[in-house]
């Protein structure tokens, strides 16, 4: 049986770029980029309140097309 497009994962990868973004009160926020700097965007948002983001997330895009952009909650995560 082959897998539909939304189930399709791709090779676990890891971040070129990542960085504590300052914000409001001396918060800091992580965020972090893989897959093709020259790709299009792709922005993927973490869970509910109090959590982190899903750092497996990054399989669900094509590394070859996107960019990855994940990031935090602010005081959650890395």
Same mark, same amino acid.
């Given at each position: 049986?082959s ?17 504590l973004?300052e ?10 980029? &893989?897959?093709?700097p020259?790709?299009? @965007? ?8 109090? &959590? ?10 094509? @590394?070859?097309?996107f ?10 995560g890395?």
């Amino acid at each position: 049986m082959s897998r539909s497009k939304a189930q399709q994962r791709f090779p676990e990868i890891d971040p070129y770029d990542r960085g504590l973004l300052e914000v409001a009160d001396g918060n800091r926020i992580y965020w972090e980029t &893989s897959g093709n700097p020259h790709g299009r @965007p792709a922005l993927v948002v973490h869970g509910g309140p109090g &959590s982190g983001g899903r750092r497996g997330a990054r399989t669900l895009f094509d @590394p070859d097309a996107f960019r990855i952009v994940l990031f935090d909650q602010r005081g959650c995560g890395e």
